[in-house]
């Protein structure tokens, strides 16, 4: 993996936009525009302020101390304290088939456990098969419902892992 230099951080206030135009980037090239899919969430406005809660974390992910990636984990709203969620995980296509998707999930998982969640969560869209694969390779199985309530009704693919 010598693609240059990478790093993962927890977000800044700095970091607020640009996480904002990878979120709607990635999700836009999927087909993902509207209610129903993470590009209509208020707290894209002020990320890094969204995950100062507790049992929350959000990180970026730097390429050459270039934002190429982001991810989170929180609780999962409407849904037990032992179940977070793997939030707005997003990478920009630079940064896709390094590695360094891996590297970011395992990042967020370590800290799910830190906050001793028990369950992870996460919602995708049928057409981001990389993702699944992804999510797959680490242990997350696919369930036919949906958990919680994240807010994202127009995403049809939900899975889940034993922490």
Known sequence: MNSGTFEIRPIKASDNNRVKTIVLSVLYEHGAKGEGYASSDPELESMFQAYQASNSVYFVLLENDEVVGCAGVGPLANASDSWCELQKMYLLPVARGKGFGLKLMNTCLEAARKFKYNYCYIE????????????????????????????????????????
Request: glycine share 8%; net charge positive; charged share 20%.
């Open 124 to 163: 995708t869209l049928d057409n981001m098969l990389a993702a699944q694969s992804l999510y797959a390779k680490i242990g997350f199985k696919l369930v036919e419902n949906r958990r919680g309530a994240t807010g994202h009704s127009s995403c049809p693919v939900f899975m889940e892992l034993k922490l």
